[in-house]
């Protein structure tokens, strides 16, 4: 008896592929080059980085979407039917996402002997109503929010979607790979940092699919996560 191969990837496949692949070595090659760590000692011109690298990466992005047909409303940016949903997933996101990073911190970081994720970077946030505009707008809404959201969920995730056959394992695949890219462009905040930003990319990626693959919901959820974490360092709620 012989076993059918495997088929072999389609053109579509391998175009999808390379897209994935080109705008994962442009988004870490450009967190590698200038992180949200450095931007603190880089005065004017590291503030202007920070937002217009993820202008520069999301018009790459347009540019591959609109070679394909596709548009950002088209993977999730369009008006929400119902406009109270994105908020009220947004808002179911906001506290799985507490409870399941509160869960892993106390669990698996003893095991790993790892020590809870510092906010080093945002050290200088602390009582400074100007940084922390600057980190509140540009960075956390303008670039975090909406950017990453976009770029993560809207073009990463459904890319990965398109790439492998309709299925529940291959929806966990995807759901699982864009947060460990997610994660791992965290890393200059150290393993702790990487590894609570991978399980926010999870619960980030589930809230975009349950609330009906409509990027507002997420968009909002990661908004309020990191307007939190920044506003309890500017209170100095924090251990920095």
Known sequence: MTTASPAAPTGRQLGLGLDILVMALLTIGSVMVFSASQVSAAGLLGRLIVPGRMLL??????FLLRRRGETWPGVGLARPRRLWKPPLWALGGYVASYLLVGAVVALLFPVLHLSRPGIGPLA??????????????????????????????????????????ASRLAVAGAVLLQAILFGSLHLYLGWSGAIVAGVMGLVLASTYLFSGRNLWASIILHGLIDSTTITVVYLGLAKV
């Open 57 to 62: 990466l999301l018009a790459i992005a347009t």
């Open 124 to 165: 200088h946030v602390q009582g400074n109503l100007g940084e922390y505009l600057y980190w509140m707008l540009p960075v956390t809404w303008a670039s975090a929010a909406f950017g990453e959201e976009m770029l993560f969920r809207g073009f990463f995730f459904t890319r990965l979607l398109q790439l492998f056959p």
